[in-house]
Nanobody, 126 residues
Framework: QVQLVESGGGLVQAGDSLRLSCAFS??????????MAWFRQAPGKEREFVAG????????YYADSVKGQFTISRDNAKNTMYLQMNSLKPEDTAVYYC?????????????????WGQGTQVTVSP
């Protein structure tokens, strides 16, 4: 059983920063066995990939829309993944989800991820 819990969302103004966290708990496999990713879903839109990170954290990849603006990281000792979001824009408003893929190579495709958190709301006002 894997549980992912996101936190750190909120209401901010354009240009502000936020750091999201995703806390992992699991019985069978350690956090370091999972490739991780952030996705988001804006109102009326499909869920989209934001950023992904390999099991060791040595590889990261981003959607073009957030490249240079967001930074994904993980701390395997703390069983936590992060998303640092800078220079936020109203179009970044969405529910942000973290996802885990056991032994995965990392992917920007949501169907590759077996486990999902409940999401955290990020709202950016103009």
């Amino acid at each position: 059983q894997v549980q992912l819990v996101e936190s750190g969302g909120g209401l901010v103004q354009a240009g502000d920063s936020l750091r999201l966290s995703c806390a992992f708990s699991g019985r069978t496999f350690t956090f370091s066995r999972y490739a991780m990713a952030w996705f988001r879903q804006a109102p009326g839109k499909e869920r989209e990939f934001v950023a992904g990170i390999s099991r060791t954290g040595s590889s990261t990849y981003y959607a073009d829309s957030v490249k240079g603006q967001f930074t994904i990281s993980r701390d395997n000792a703390k069983n936590t993944m992060y998303l640092q979001m800078n220079s936020l824009k109203p179009e970044d408003t969405a529910v942000y989800y973290c996802a885990a893929d056991l032994y995965g190579p990392g992917s920007n495709v949501d169907s590759k991820y077996e486990y999902w958190g409940q999401g955290t709301q990020v709202t950016v006002s103009p």
